[in-house]
């Protein structure tokens, strides 16, 4: 079979765009005091919010995949429309006569849109690289955590930059991905194409052992990931508090977040010479472990603690370009974006619980100790992931 060539341009077209869609994901954390301020809400809705984004998300994914919206159309359009869509609604934020439930709205209506960009940036990115996945979804997931780091990165700029700019940029630069997408990014050689209406696709992907093996992983993964990204500000004001230090939050939030993308590049490289389960499953065992050693470090001196957490923000999210990597391969070919689709849709759903659940800890568990219950993600994973073998 004839190998296929793939044009420079398309990869980093594909990432660039990811980065500037992702953007959305996390506007509103970054500019939660200034909303509290602004629409007399609750310092409390910071969890709320989130959730309320991946809600959004884990509704649109559903409807995406119950409709096989990204295999029977073309996923780039599918992305550029989303983008769009997702940006109004984000928007939306700077209405000045918000309250916390059109606020709530708001951010539902971009986590709903986000199912058109992530997951089927996913599968424009399979679409494109049948080999080599790995590495190529190392930077797609690289430039989401840059994304999703972005506008902590804006904040941490100074007291002069209003929030509003940072709203109009996350903006702004979703328009802009999808407008790349759109122009320089047609549909892939390795694109297999519903032709029609598959409502029980939902069910049927997870009939393949190999596929079930990596989704559950992936699960485990995504019970600790957002929950931790969501907390990194609270857990750096609990070590001011506690030790009376004076870290710039924004600014380490936006490094803790960023550095994973280095972690995801890195580990899509090193499955190509190591294997992709077993990177996968180093890097939950790893995160796992930083778990268990946040009491430890927390009682140590700023620079042990800021270097933790950096190490933590990079295991974090090695794994997951891998995990859907080995869940894109393993699927159904003419239903690999409804796949992707799919287990991102249930992987979210399962961050909503451990984000809830550490918001209601926070009230009476020591900062500490609270992210213990993290741990419980790590081990499911690499319990579905320890006969490596069979996957």
Same mark, same amino acid.
């Given at each position: 079979m004839k190998e296929i060539k793939i044009k420079s341009h398309?990869?980093?077209?594909?990432?660039?765009?990811?980065?500037?869609?992702?953007?959305?994901?996390?506007?509103?954390?970054?500019?939660?005091?200034?909303?509290?301020?602004?629409?007399?809400?609750?310092?409390?809705s910071l969890g709320l919010l989130s959730s309320t984004?991946?809600?959004?998300?884990?509704?649109?994914?559903?409807?995406?995949?119950?409709l096989t919206i990204a295999d029977r159309f073309s996923p780039s359009r599918v992305f550029m429309g989303s983008a769009i869509i997702a940006a109004l609604f984000n928007f939306g934020i700077l209405w000045h006569q918000n309250t916390l439930n059109t606020l709530l709205l708001f951010r539902f209506g971009t986590g709903f849109f986000l199912a058109g960009i992530y997951p089927v940036g996913m599968k424009i990115a399979a679409d494109y690289f049948d080999n080599g996945l790995g590495k190529s979804l190392g930077f797609l997931v690289g430039a989401l955590v840059l994304g999703t780091a972005f506008p902590h990165g804006l904040k941490s700029i100074g007291l002069a930059f209003k929030w509003e700019y940072i709203i109009i940029s996350t903006s702004a630069l979703s328009i802009l991905g999808a407008l790349l997408i759109y122009f320089f990014v047609p549909n892939?050689?390795?694109?297999?194409?519903?032709q029609r209406l598959k409502l029980t696709a939902f069910f049927e992907v997870f009939n393949n052992v190999k596929f079930k093996k990596a989704a559950f992983g992936y699960f485990g993964h995504m019970w600790?990931?957002?929950?931790?990204? !969501?907390?990194?500000?609270? @857990?750096?004001?609990?070590?001011?508090? $506690?030790h009376g230090e004076t870290l710039h939050v924004s600014g380490w939030s936006f490094a803790v977040i960023g550095i994973g993308s280095l972690?995801?590049?890195?580990?899509?490289?090193?499955?190509?010479?190591?294997?992709?389960k077993r990177v996968t499953r180093n890097a939950l065992l790893a995160s796992g472990i930083c778990c268990v050693l946040l009491p430890l470090v927390f009682q140590l001196q700023e620079g042990i603690f800021i270097t933790?957490?950096?190490?933590?923000?990079?295991?974090?999210?090695?794994?997951?370009p891998l995990f859907s990597t080995? !869940?894109?391969?393993?699927? @159904?070919?003419?239903?690999?974006?409804? $796949?992707?689709?799919?287990?991102?849709?249930?992987?979210f759903a399962i961050s909503i619980i451990s984000i809830q659940l550490v918001a209601f800890l926070s009230e009476i568990v020591?900062?500490?100790?609270?992210?213990?219950i993290l741990l419980l993600g790590p081990v499911f994973g690499l319990f579905h992931l320890r006969n490596e073998t069979k996957l």
């Open positions: 398309i990869l980093p077209i594909i990432v660039i765009a990811q980065f500037c869609c992702t953007s959305l994901w996390f506007a509103s954390n970054s500019v939660m005091g200034n909303l509290v301020s602004n629409f007399n809400i609750f310092e409390s984004v991946q809600f959004g998300f884990i509704v649109g994914t559903l409807c995406f995949a119950a892939g050689p390795y694109r297999k194409k519903s600790e990931l957002y929950a931790f990204w !969501v907390f990194v500000p609270f @857990i750096l004001l609990a070590f001011n508090k $506690a972690g995801c590049v890195a580990a899509g490289y090193f499955s190509n010479h190591f294997g992709t933790f957490l950096l190490i933590w923000g990079v295991m974090v999210i090695a794994d997951s080995m !869940v894109a391969q393993n699927a @159904i070919p003419h239903l690999k974006g409804s $796949a992707l689709t799919i287990v991102n849709c249930i992987g020591p900062p500490q100790y609270l992210f213990l």
